[in-house]
Protein backbone atom coordinates (compact mmCIF):
# COMPACT_ATOMS: atom_id res chain seq x y z
CA UNK A 1 0.00 0.00 0.00
CA UNK A 2 3.09 2.26 1.39
CA UNK A 3 4.59 1.63 -2.23
CA UNK A 4 1.48 2.49 -4.50
CA UNK A 5 1.04 5.94 -2.45
CA UNK A 6 4.55 6.89 -2.83
CA UNK A 7 3.38 6.13 -6.67
CA UNK A 8 0.83 9.01 -6.86
CA UNK A 9 3.29 11.65 -5.01
CA UNK A 10 5.68 11.16 -7.59
CA UNK A 11 2.91 11.84 -10.57
CA UNK A 12 1.29 14.47 -8.58
CA UNK A 13 4.30 15.85 -7.79
CA UNK A 14 5.45 15.90 -11.58
CA UNK A 15 2.43 17.55 -12.51
CA UNK A 16 2.83 20.37 -10.15
CA UNK A 17 3.74 23.07 -12.67
CA UNK A 18 4.44 27.00 -12.68
CA UNK A 19 6.34 27.09 -16.52
CA UNK A 20 4.40 26.37 -19.20
CA UNK A 21 5.32 25.15 -22.65
CA UNK A 22 4.04 22.25 -25.27
CA UNK A 23 6.48 19.86 -26.05
CA UNK A 24 5.09 19.46 -29.38
CA UNK A 25 2.84 21.18 -32.39
CA UNK A 26 4.73 24.41 -32.27
CA UNK A 27 5.22 24.98 -35.81
CA UNK A 28 1.61 23.91 -36.55
CA UNK A 29 0.02 26.95 -34.49
CA UNK A 30 2.92 29.11 -35.38
CA UNK A 31 1.33 28.86 -38.92
CA UNK A 32 -2.46 29.82 -37.92
CA UNK A 33 -1.50 33.04 -36.35
CA UNK A 34 0.61 36.72 -37.29
CA UNK A 35 3.78 37.66 -35.07
CA UNK A 36 3.78 40.54 -32.69
CA UNK A 37 6.09 42.00 -30.92
CA UNK A 38 5.57 43.74 -27.54
CA UNK A 39 7.18 45.49 -24.50
CA UNK A 40 7.24 44.40 -21.02
CA UNK A 41 4.23 45.04 -18.82
CA UNK A 42 1.55 44.89 -21.95
CA UNK A 43 -1.80 43.62 -21.32
CA UNK A 44 -3.59 40.74 -23.26
CA UNK A 45 -7.06 40.40 -21.98
CA UNK A 46 -9.18 41.93 -19.77
CA UNK A 47 -10.95 39.70 -17.22
CA UNK A 48 -15.10 40.81 -17.66
CA UNK A 49 -14.32 40.44 -21.97
CA UNK A 50 -14.73 36.94 -24.27
CA UNK A 51 -11.18 36.69 -26.22
CA UNK A 52 -11.08 36.85 -29.40
CA UNK A 53 -7.47 35.59 -29.56
CA UNK A 54 -5.31 33.45 -27.89
CA UNK A 55 -1.30 33.52 -27.94
CA UNK A 56 1.58 31.37 -28.45
CA UNK A 57 4.82 32.78 -26.96
CA UNK A 58 7.46 32.37 -29.22
CA UNK A 59 10.21 34.88 -27.01
CA UNK A 60 9.70 36.68 -23.75
CA UNK A 61 7.89 35.17 -20.81
CA UNK A 62 4.24 35.87 -20.08
CA UNK A 63 2.50 36.29 -16.81
CA UNK A 64 -1.01 35.07 -15.55
CA UNK A 65 -1.97 36.98 -12.41
CA UNK A 66 -4.70 38.35 -10.94
CA UNK A 67 -5.57 41.28 -8.67
CA UNK A 68 -6.53 40.94 -5.02
CA UNK A 69 -8.83 42.84 -3.48
CA UNK A 70 -6.04 44.92 -1.80
CA UNK A 71 -4.67 45.31 -5.08
CA UNK A 72 -1.74 43.08 -4.93
CA UNK A 73 -0.59 41.12 -7.67
CA UNK A 74 -1.65 37.64 -7.24
CA UNK A 75 1.02 35.31 -9.89
CA UNK A 76 -0.10 32.03 -10.41
CA UNK A 77 2.18 30.98 -13.70
CA UNK A 78 4.59 31.86 -16.29
CA UNK A 79 3.82 31.52 -19.88
CA UNK A 80 7.11 30.28 -21.40
CA UNK A 81 8.53 29.92 -24.96
CA UNK A 82 6.24 27.64 -26.54
CA UNK A 83 3.30 27.68 -24.70
CA UNK A 84 -0.25 28.25 -25.33
CA UNK A 85 -2.76 30.54 -23.57
CA UNK A 86 -6.40 32.31 -23.54
CA UNK A 87 -7.55 29.02 -25.86
CA UNK A 88 -9.73 27.42 -23.87
CA UNK A 89 -11.78 30.80 -22.70
CA UNK A 90 -11.43 31.76 -26.37
CA UNK A 91 -12.69 28.26 -28.06
CA UNK A 92 -15.75 28.29 -25.25
CA UNK A 93 -16.52 31.96 -25.49
CA UNK A 94 -16.02 32.60 -21.67
CA UNK A 95 -14.04 35.32 -19.98
CA UNK A 96 -10.82 34.15 -18.41
CA UNK A 97 -10.88 34.81 -14.65
CA UNK A 98 -7.31 35.55 -14.59
CA UNK A 99 -4.98 38.31 -16.70
CA UNK A 100 -1.96 37.54 -18.64
CA UNK A 101 0.81 40.18 -19.54
CA UNK A 102 3.85 40.24 -20.90
CA UNK A 103 6.68 40.12 -17.91
CA UNK A 104 9.91 40.84 -20.56
CA UNK A 105 9.35 42.32 -24.32
CA UNK A 106 7.95 39.42 -25.94
CA UNK A 107 7.43 38.10 -29.30
CA UNK A 108 4.02 36.68 -29.38
CA UNK A 109 2.22 34.86 -32.05
CA UNK A 110 -1.82 35.83 -32.06
CA UNK A 111 -3.82 33.57 -33.22
CA UNK A 112 -7.86 34.68 -34.03
CA UNK A 113 -10.53 32.63 -32.96
CA UNK A 114 -11.80 32.11 -36.48
CA UNK A 115 -8.78 30.77 -37.52
CA UNK A 116 -8.32 28.21 -34.69
CA UNK A 117 -11.68 26.59 -35.07
CA UNK A 118 -11.32 26.61 -39.07
CA UNK A 119 -7.93 24.60 -37.90
CA UNK A 120 -9.93 21.96 -35.91
CA UNK A 121 -12.31 21.26 -38.70
CA UNK A 122 -8.99 19.90 -40.85
CA UNK A 123 -6.52 18.99 -38.99
CA UNK A 124 -6.84 16.22 -35.69
CA UNK A 125 -3.05 17.22 -34.50
CA UNK A 126 -3.74 20.65 -33.78
CA UNK A 127 -7.18 19.47 -32.34
CA UNK A 128 -4.58 17.25 -30.09
CA UNK A 129 -1.46 20.14 -29.69
CA UNK A 130 -4.36 21.99 -27.72
CA UNK A 131 -6.07 19.56 -25.79
CA UNK A 132 -2.72 18.98 -24.64
CA UNK A 133 -1.70 21.75 -23.48
CA UNK A 134 -5.64 22.37 -21.51
CA UNK A 135 -5.34 19.39 -19.94
CA UNK A 136 -1.58 20.05 -18.52
CA UNK A 137 -2.86 22.88 -16.89
CA UNK A 138 -5.67 21.31 -15.99
CA UNK A 139 -3.81 18.71 -14.18
CA UNK A 140 -1.20 21.34 -13.15
CA UNK A 141 -4.50 23.32 -11.13
CA UNK A 142 -5.56 20.53 -9.46
CA UNK A 143 -2.04 19.38 -8.27
CA UNK A 144 -1.68 22.51 -7.14
CA UNK A 145 -4.62 22.74 -5.05
CA UNK A 146 -3.69 18.89 -3.38
CA UNK A 147 -0.56 20.13 -2.59
CA UNK A 148 -1.67 23.49 -1.29
CA UNK A 149 -4.05 21.69 1.36
CA UNK A 150 -1.30 18.74 1.96
CA UNK A 151 2.06 20.17 2.56
CA UNK A 152 3.59 21.91 4.79
CA UNK A 153 5.36 26.15 3.14
CA UNK A 154 8.69 24.51 2.87
CA UNK A 155 7.94 21.59 0.70
CA UNK A 156 6.03 23.79 -1.61
CA UNK A 157 9.24 26.29 -1.68
CA UNK A 158 11.39 23.38 -2.38
CA UNK A 159 9.07 22.11 -4.99
CA UNK A 160 9.02 25.09 -6.85
CA UNK A 161 12.76 25.24 -6.36
CA UNK A 162 12.90 22.11 -7.89
CA UNK A 163 10.56 23.07 -11.43
CA UNK A 164 12.74 26.13 -11.75
CA UNK A 165 16.01 24.46 -11.43
CA UNK A 166 14.96 22.25 -14.18
CA UNK A 167 14.31 24.75 -16.27
CA UNK A 168 16.87 27.50 -15.81
CA UNK A 169 19.49 25.12 -13.87
CA UNK A 170 23.07 25.46 -14.94
CA UNK A 171 26.23 23.45 -13.21
CA UNK A 172 27.83 25.90 -11.37
CA UNK A 173 31.12 25.09 -9.51
CA UNK A 174 29.40 22.06 -8.81
CA UNK A 175 26.18 23.04 -7.58
CA UNK A 176 23.23 24.23 -9.63
CA UNK A 177 22.55 27.52 -9.71
CA UNK A 178 18.80 28.83 -11.46
CA UNK A 179 19.97 31.33 -14.18
CA UNK A 180 17.25 33.58 -13.81
CA UNK A 181 16.75 35.95 -10.90
CA UNK A 182 13.91 34.63 -8.92
CA UNK A 183 13.09 36.95 -5.96
CA UNK A 184 11.68 36.01 -2.91
CA UNK A 185 8.68 38.07 -3.71
CA UNK A 186 8.08 36.40 -6.84
CA UNK A 187 8.08 32.75 -4.96
CA UNK A 188 5.53 33.87 -2.23
CA UNK A 189 3.41 35.51 -5.31
CA UNK A 190 3.41 31.77 -7.00
CA UNK A 191 2.69 30.36 -3.88
CA UNK A 192 -0.02 32.89 -2.44
CA UNK A 193 2.66 33.15 0.57
CA UNK A 194 3.80 35.62 2.67
CA UNK A 195 6.97 37.00 2.22
CA UNK A 196 7.74 37.16 5.04
CA UNK A 197 7.08 33.16 5.50
CA UNK A 198 9.33 32.62 2.31
CA UNK A 199 12.23 34.44 3.69
CA UNK A 200 12.38 32.50 7.06
CA UNK A 201 11.94 29.14 5.00
CA UNK A 202 14.96 30.55 3.18
CA UNK A 203 16.83 31.22 5.83
CA UNK A 204 16.44 27.63 7.16
CA UNK A 205 17.09 26.40 3.79
CA UNK A 206 20.51 28.26 3.99
CA UNK A 207 21.18 27.16 7.60
CA UNK A 208 21.43 23.49 6.23
CA UNK A 209 23.22 24.26 3.48
CA UNK A 210 20.60 23.34 1.15
CA UNK A 211 21.10 26.57 -0.65
CA UNK A 212 22.78 30.16 -1.33
CA UNK A 213 22.44 32.98 -2.99
CA UNK A 214 25.42 34.49 -5.42
CA UNK A 215 24.94 38.09 -7.38
CA UNK A 216 21.28 37.46 -6.44
CA UNK A 217 20.51 34.24 -8.39
CA UNK A 218 19.66 31.20 -6.06
CA UNK A 219 22.28 28.48 -6.05
CA UNK A 220 21.48 25.05 -4.87
CA UNK A 221 24.34 23.09 -3.35
CA UNK A 222 23.02 19.45 -4.49
CA UNK A 223 19.77 18.32 -6.32
CA UNK A 224 20.04 14.94 -4.31
CA UNK A 225 20.23 16.67 -0.93
CA UNK A 226 16.97 18.95 -1.84
CA UNK A 227 15.22 15.60 -3.23
CA UNK A 228 15.68 14.13 -0.17
CA UNK A 229 14.92 17.11 2.14
CA UNK A 230 11.88 16.92 0.68
CA UNK A 231 11.42 13.14 1.08
CA UNK A 232 11.67 13.39 5.12
CA UNK A 233 8.48 16.06 4.93
CA UNK A 234 6.19 14.30 3.78
Same mark, same amino acid.
Given at each position: ?7 ? %???? %? ?42 ? @? !? ?38 ? @? ?8 ? &????? !? ?8 ? %???? @????? !? ?11 ? *? ?13 ? &? ?15 ? &? ?8 ? *? ?7 ? @? ?9 ? %??? &???? *? ?20
Amino acid at each position: MGENNDAI %DGIR %DDQIRHLYYLPQGIARLEALGEVIHVGKGYELNKVDEVPEYCYL @V !KEGRVICYELTFGGEQRVYSFMEPNSVFLEECMLVDKPSP @VLFKTAAPST &LVRIH !KCALKHAFKH %DIDI @VMDIC !KSMAEKFLSAMGQ *IRYGQQKSAEWKICR &LLQIFMGHYGADYDGKI &LIAEKISQQM *IADMLGMNR @VTVSKKFKELR %DIS &LLEQ *INGYICIRSAEALQKHMELMK
